[in-house]
């Protein structure tokens, strides 16, 4: 199990930018696949990224490609989302979480969860 923090959300206008992080507690981060998802009020929670163990391979969903980056530092125990170009839309809390498989986009494939923090993008 890996205990996850999020940070750096924020409010932000449209077109702007923020980075996410997520920090990981255990000695064991480096050997979990990593993703971000995000849930609007009313909404499912959506797959946003994700990031293998070797951060050779990322997969990335439709609405946020070329404007959204997944990087990890794995000593430092910790996973970024880079956002440019924020849009209205990209309103919501973003979770991280970790699981076994860079590949998968569901929300139930993934194991250990942080609390979330609030993105809120201003038109």
């Known amino acids: 199990q890996v205990q996850l923090v999020e940070s750096g959300g924020g409010l932000v206008q449209a077109g702007g930018s923020l980075r996410l992080s997520c920090a990981a507690s255990?000695?064991?981060?480096?050997?979990?696949?990593m993703a971000w998802f995000r849930q609007a009020p009313g909404k499912d929670r959506e797959f946003v990224a994700s990031?293998?163990?070797?951060?050779?391979?990322?997969s990335y969903a439709d609405s946020v490609k070329d404007r959204f980056t997944i990087s990890r530092d794995n000593a430092k125990n910790t996973v970024y989302l880079q956002m440019n170009s924020l849009k209205p839309e990209d309103t919501s809390v973003y979770y991280c979480?970790?699981?076994?498989?860079?590949?998968?986009?569901?929300?139930?494939?993934?194991?250990?969860w942080g609390q979330g923090t609030q993105v809120t993008v201003s038109s």
């Open positions: 979480a970790a699981g076994r498989s860079w590949r998968d986009t569901l929300s139930t494939a993934y194991d250990d």
């Open positions: 255990g000695r064991t981060f480096s050997s979990y696949a």
């Open positions: 990031i293998s163990v070797t951060t050779h391979s990322a």
